[in-house]
């Protein structure tokens, strides 16, 4: 399968190991880290407060996530100059994904939305639950569907 440096959009492989478990996400939101390019940056690691984000000391290593540790608390989002990094949870009824945001107009609670993948395709439609300013960017917290989007949507577009 292609590999993102050819597409711009992350194969199978490269994300094996990345997604979080179903049951991990029953407890709680957590990150996942969408990052697999071997470029000098470390922001994620610096920010997170709970150090469940390993670069080390090669910054251009593509960062580590252990699941156990995040407390999806979305600091890491706020921070990630790439907006490679997403909230999954399964814990409050719903599937729902946080992603970073930095189109206008923002979307706003109870709106419906277009759920988009990493390539831009409409997925179907979900509703916004929550919006949160974070820095320089925004946090669109979406309910999906259906769980086994969690993987899949990775933008958001107001419908038209
Ligand atoms: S969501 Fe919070 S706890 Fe989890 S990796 Fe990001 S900064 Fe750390
Ligand atoms: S801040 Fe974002 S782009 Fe930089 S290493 Fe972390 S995940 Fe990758």
Do not use: K, Q, Y
Request: aromatic share 4%; hydrophobic share 40%.
């Amino acid at each position: 399968m292609a590999s993102f440096r050819e597409t711009g959009v992350l194969s199978r492989e490269e994300l094996a190991g990345r997604l979080p478990p179903g049951e991990r996400l029953r407890r709680g939101a957590c990150a996942v880290i969408e990052c697999v390019e071997e470029i000098p940056c470390n922001p994620c690691e610096e920010a997170c407060p709970f150090g469940a984000i390993t670069i080390g000391e090669d910054i251009t290593a593509p960062p580590t996530l252990d699941f156990e540790r995040c407390r999806g608390c979305g600091t890491c989002l706020a921070v990630c100059p790439g907006l490679a990094i997403f909230l999954l949870d399964l814990s409050r009824g719903a599937a729902e994904v946080t992603l970073p945001h930095e189109l206008l107009p923002v979307p706003e609670p109870g709106d419906e939305v277009e759920l988009l993948s990493r390539a831009g395709e409409v997925l179907g439609r979900g509703r916004v639950v929550e919006t949160r300013r974070a820095r320089t960017t925004w946090l669109i917290t979406v309910e999906l569907p259906a769980e086994g989007l969690l993987g899949e949507v990775r933008a958001v577009r107001r419908s038209p």
